[in-house]
C-alpha cells in the first residue's frame, strides 16, 4: 500500500517542479515610447507599466478572446498599472493620445488551462489550489521574518493585501473574492516570489 502512495506523491511533486514561475516584466512609459516595445511572455505572467515622463495612458487595441481590455493613465500621478495575461495570443496596446507612434505588442504563449503554482523549492507554496474559502500560503525559505502579500486580480487591480510572519505562513480568506484566476507577490527584503491560484465556487 506505501509504495503506490510514494509513487502518487513523486508523480505529484514532479508535475508541480515542472510548472514554471510567473514572471513580471516592467515596461517604461516616456516620451514617446513604450520600453521595450515587444514582450514576449507567458499566460500567467504580469506587465507593468511604469512612468517615466510626461502624460500618457496604456490602453488595450487588439487582443486575444476572452482577455480583458484596459483603459489606464500613467502619469506623475499614476504612475503604475498592471495586468496579468490571461490568454494566449498577441496584445496590441498604445498611448491614446500619442498613438499610432507610441505603441506595444505582448505576445504571450502558454495555456489557459493548467494553474500556475510556486514549487516548494522556490520558498513559496500555495495550498489548496484551486482554493474555495481559504488560501494557505507558506513561505518557510524567505529570509526576512515579515513579508508583505499582494494579490491582484486579472486586470492588475489589486483586490487584498496582508503581512505574513514567514516561518509560519498565513491563511488568506478567499470567501469575499469572486472565482476567478489570481496574481499573488510577496515581498520580503530582497526577495520577490510570485505566482498564480485559481478561487473556484
Known sequence: MKTPLRTLLVILALAISSQGFATIYTVTVSNYQFTPANVNAQVGDTIQWVWVNGSHTTTSGTIPAGAAAW????????????????????YNYHCTPHAPDMAGTITATGSTTGVSTVPQASGMALYPNPATDMLHVSLGKMNSA?????????????????????????????????????????????ETLTGSFIITR
Open 146 to 190: 515579515t513579508a508583505s502579500i499582494v494579490i491582484t486580480d486579472m486586470t492588475g487591480r489589486v483586490v487584498l493585501q496582508q503581512s505574513a510572519d514567514v516561518t509560519k505562513g498565513t491563511d488568506i480568506a478567499t470567501k469575499a473574492l469572486p472565482a476567478g484566476r489570481y496574481a499573488i507577490r510577496v515581498q520580503a527584503g530582497a
Open 71 to 90: 483603459d489606464e493613465p500613467i502619469s506623475s500621478s499614476s504612475s503604475t498599472y498592471s495586468y496579468v495575461i490571461t490568454e494566449a495570443g498577441t
